[in-house]
Structure formats: structure tokens, C-alpha cells
């Protein structure tokens, strides 16, 4: 697939001030008030799928960040629940530990369990619409 815009011309176009909330997936259920949750979000927006030059959250491949406190241990696990663009996915087997090793070095991070899920199936309104801008699919 191809890149139509890069993030700064999606930037220009839309403003910076509405550049953040574009590029919020809509189906993402995520612990957004927590204090590591920036953290992670970031590091989820460092993976990019090989086939397609957008990361996997604006994809809208992240479908779940469930953070808790573990207060026993002093950290926070993660849970995530992402799916992919097709079962056919060639790193199906691989992503999720991308997922998971982008999640782990975070300070504060202890366990994080990834599941690939596939309901619902993915398809482009998962994406995050500066995901949509960038590959011109409107």
C-alpha cells in the first residue's frame, strides 16, 4: 500500500491543535486516565505494520489497553487486544511480541499479555482518520 501524505502534511492541513484527536482509532477501549497510558500509547505508535506505512494504532489494529495496578508488586500490567488487517497477515505470529516489547521497557510496566482477536474483523473503520488521510483512503 501506498503513503499519499506524510504525518507533517496531514499536520498542515488539518492544524496541529486537531492533529492529536485525529489520530485516535474510534474503537480503541483503552485506560486513557491512567498515568502510564501517554507512555504507551507512544511506544504502540512506534510499530508499524510491514505492508502498510501507518503505525498499528492509528490502523486501528489495538483494539484494548487495560492497564492495572499491581500495588503487591509495584507495577502496572498491561493487557492488549489487538487484531490484524487479514489472517493471512504474514508477521501474525510476530506482532504480538512487537507489541509486547515495545510495552515492556516502559518504567512501571510489569507482565503485559497480548491476544491477537478476530471479532470483529478489521476493516478501514478502524482507522484513525489521519491513518485515512495519510493513504488517501477518505
Known sequence: MKQFADKDMVKEAVGADQYDDLQEPPRLEASKDHTLWPLCRKALMDIYDPEIPTNIYELGLILKVILTDDAEAGVTDAYVEMTLTSPGC????????????????????GEVKVDIVWDPTWDPSFMSETAKMELNMF
Open 90 to 109: 504474514p508477521v501474525a505470529q510476530e506482532m504480538p511480541g512487537w507489541v509486547q516489547n515495545a510495552l515492556m521497557p516502559i518504567d512501571g510496566i
